[in-house]
Structure formats: C-alpha cells, structure tokens
C-alpha cells in the first residue's frame, strides 16, 4: 500500500498515465486560473484584430516609403528648376553675345561702305 491508502498498482497506474498525457493537459493546482488566463488572452487578440485589422498589432508601423518619395520628388523639382534657370541664364547670355557680334559686324560693313562709295574728305 502507498502513503495515500492506495495499492501500488495504482500509484503505477497513475505515474504511467501522467507519462502518456502530454504536459499541457495534465491537471494542475492553477488550472482554473490557467484556463481564464488563456480565455483572456484570446479575449485580447480578437479584440486587437478587430480593432487593428491585418497588422494584428498595437503599435504603429514607421512608414518610410511615403516620406522618401515626397523627398524625392522635392529633390528632383530643385534639380529641375536649377537647371531652367542655368539654361535661361545662358540662352540670354548666348543672345547678348549674338547681338553685340551684329553689331560689331555692321559697323564693320558701314564703314566699309563709306569709305569704298563715299569720297574721303582728306582728297
């Protein structure tokens, strides 16, 4: 006989079942509390998917890519406006060079004129 009146047979019988049940579903003192405890976290989780939809989470995902494109493009719009300005600059400076070269040339032409078909004062 064992310590618990029982003969021991059956305190074989019963280590040989605890052996074959797995560890999770073995009675425990706490096993109310464990199963409430387990009721209320399922309790949390469907609350936070229903809440929270597919992220299944409570914090915020950082998102980048949102922040990265803006930048992008605020960067190529500068590149772009640098570089308007910059063509702007040297197409007026290119029409300043073309005028005054005209303007060497036709005095160059006029007086050449005058001195081929007008007579010089000096004769």
Known sequence: M????????TAVKDSDER????????????????I??????????????LLYGASRSWRQKLTL???????GVVVAVIVA????????????????QEQLEREQTNMVTSTEF?????????S
């Open 81 to 96: 406006a640098i570089a308007v300005t910059s063509a702007f600059q040297q197409e007026q400076e290119r029409k300043k």
């Open 36 to 49: 409430l405890q387990a009721a209320a976290l399922r309790r949390r989780q469907l609350r936070a998917a």
């Open 114 to 122: 005058v001195e081929r078909y007008l007579p010089s004062e000096e």
């Open 2 to 9: 064992t310590e618990s009146g029982g003969s021991t047979e």
């Open 19 to 34: 052996d074959l049940v797995p560890t999770p579903m073995r009675r425990t003192a706490d096993t109310e509390r464990l």
């Open 65 to 71: 890519w949102p922040g990265a494109i803006v930048g």
